[in-house]
């Protein structure tokens, strides 16, 4: 089957927060109609033939000086190139990427990263940042970011801890606690 990559629509509300709620947990991406229309943010999404979502991605162009905000407190170290482009509001923030379990490894993550990617350095990017949880049930993306020029820069194995604890989204790898950790990479685009 073809799959075609878009712009989010509302047309694609519930199918989205099904999708999220199958990879991440109910409650963890939820409002995407209202994250889609904030300043700076891109949702795209990947359809078979116009009918099926198999995969999404979020991302945005954090405004100058937002890395902070973005990150929360749990980050100590921001690597003076990433601090830079965030000084000059060049620094894009990849949030989510989702693909059906059974469609994964088949090209369609890659290609939402790639598009999604190309979208942020469009709207003035030169510096990118993307965070993938690592749990039980995520698939491994190490080969796939280095595909596409990414370098790991930290692990927080409590990133997500209180979220995920106070019941604030329902993580599908907690059991009797929290069990993922948050995997950052960067990229230098110039």
């Known amino acids: 089957m073809k799959v075609e990559i878009e712009s989010y629509t509302p047309r694609w509300h519930g199918d989205v927060i099904r999708l999220a709620s199958e990879v991440f947990g109910a409650g963890y991406f939820d409002r995407p109609s209202e994250i889609a229309t904030q300043p700076g943010s891109l949702v795209l999404v990947c359809h078979e033939d116009d009918e099926r979502l198999v995969g999404f991605a979020q991302g945005q162009l954090l405004s100058e000086g937002r890395l902070r905000d973005y990150l929360g407190p749990r980050v100590a170290e921001v690597p003076a190139e990433i601090a830079e482009a965030d000084a000059q509001g060049a620094l894009g923030a990849i949030q989510a990427v989702a693909v059906l379990p059974g469609r994964r490894r088949r090209g369609i993550g890659c290609k939402l990263l790639a598009t999604l990617h190309d979208a942020l350095v469009g709207l003035g990017a030169d510096k990118l940042i993307i ?33 995920c604890e106070s019941g604030a989204f329902k993580c599908v790898d907690r059991r009797d606690r929290c069990a993922c950790e948050a995997v950052f990479y960067r990229k230098k685009v110039f």
């Open 131 to 163: 965070t993938f949880r690592r749990g039980p049930s995520a698939s491994p993306v190490d080969g796939l970011m280095a595909r596409l020029d990414f370098e790991p820069w930290t692990r927080l194995p409590t990133y997500w801890q209180e979220r």
